[in-house]
């Protein structure tokens, strides 16, 4: 049985600016291992955030396949690439995306509420998350009282609170100082070593991507792994 969580088969992604072609995926092929940290990186424009958003579901190629657990997305109904996408992929951004008239508590409970689930049931998921992530006395909080790291770690609850099978980061750190993303950094590591968390992280920084499992650096549409 393989351990690849994800595969990207030849994908291509193509843009049209008006008669201008734009190819900025040109055939990437790359597997994400189960349990595993992978990151991707390269130049800015080169087409990374445009692969985590191909792999997360939230765009099509416009040719080739991704295979999650070894379905073809491009035939499977929409209706489950949905699921999928709610319930199997946890998305953390580098500006965060937390509800600001929400508080700490409340932004992590979402994704369960959005699922009909119980608000008690989603409040202990809650607590144990920002537990773990280390805001347990900040929960009560809004995101406007919180730091920028403060904000990112109830981004990463969040992103956990479904127990999906990966989890994508599109420059987790970008928005950060130095000292706090190497924080966000250590945690997340911390959290594949001890939830068996499968990564994959988007980042131009080449020290983080040494201490992946596995680096792919994209270049003229392709990516490689190095």
Excluded at 49 to 73: A, C, E, K, N, R
Excluded at 102 to 129: D, H, Q, Y
Excluded at 145 to 158: F, H, P
Aim: glycine share 10%; aromatic share 6%; hydrophobic share 40%.
């Amino acid at each position: 049985m393989s351990d690849a969580v994800l595969e990207c088969r030849q994908v291509v992604k193509t843009f049209y600016d008006g008669p201008r072609e734009l190819n900025i995926l040109r055939g990437v092929d790359l597997t994400i291992e189960a349990g595993k940290i992978h990151v991707i990186s390269g130049h800015s424009g080169a087409g990374k955030s445009t692969l985590l958003h191909i792999i997360g579901t939230l765009d099509q190629p416009t040719s080739g396949s991704v295979l999650f657990h070894g379905t073809d997305l491009a035939k499977t109904p929409g209706g489950a690439i949905n699921r999928i996408r709610n319930e199997e992929i946890g998305f953390v951004f580098q500006f965060y995306h937390l509800l600001p008239e929400f508080s700490a508590l409340e932004n992590v409970m979402m994704p369960g509420i959005c699922k009909g689930r119980g608000r008690g049931e989603c409040r202990l998921r809650a607590e144990e998350l920002l537990t773990k992530v280390g805001l347990a006395e900040r929960m009560t909080h809004k995101p406007g009282k919180l730091s920028g790291g403060e904000q990112q770690r109830v981004a990463i609850a969040r992103a956990l609170f479904n127990k999906p099978s990966v989890v994508l980061a599109d420059e987790p750190t970008g928005n950060l100082d130095e000292h706090t993303g190497a924080e966000i950094v250590d945690l997340l590591w911390s959290l594949n070593a001890s939830e068996n968390l499968t990564l994959i992280l988007v980042s131009h920084e080449l020290d983080l991507a040494r201490r992946a499992d596995t680096w792919f650096q994209l270049h003229d549409g392709l990516a490689t792994k190095q």
